[in-house]
């Protein structure tokens, strides 16, 4: 039996994704919709502004238990300041739930 319209869009519903990240532990993640991203994409226009691309996608999905957002533009300048070892393996899990790879982006930029 084929999936009813109230159904399929309960599929594509964001959803916040208890994940296990690489050298920092369980992190919840926020699937962001796809103007959620679009916004992200428009802001990352410049060299300088594609270099924040996976730190805006980190600042916007990554929440606390209440799934309230973990980050704010202002933490911006500690996130490029991070450990790139383990910022990097954030970043890449707030690619992968949002439904794109390191790899595929860098082609994209």
Do not use: H
């Not at 796809?34 to 594609?50: G, L, M, N, Y």
């Not at 606390?64 to 990097?88: C, M």
């Amino acid at each position: 039996m084929a999936l009813d319209k109230s159904a399929l869009l309960a599929l594509f519903a964001p959803k916040i994704i208890d994940q296990d990240v690489p050298g920092i532990g369980a992190v919840r993640l926020r699937e962001l919709s796809a103007p959620e991203v679009s916004d992200i994409r428009e802001t990352c226009k410049t060299e300088s502004q594609k270099a924040d691309f996976g730190f805006l996608l980190v600042v916007a999905s990554v929440v606390d238990d209440q799934g309230e957002p973990a980050f704010t533009a202002e933490d911006l300048p500690a996130l490029r300041a991070s450990a790139q070892s383990r910022i990097g393996e954030l970043v890449t899990a707030v690619m992968a739930v949002n439904g794109f790879t390191v790899k595929e982006d860098a082609a994209k930029n």
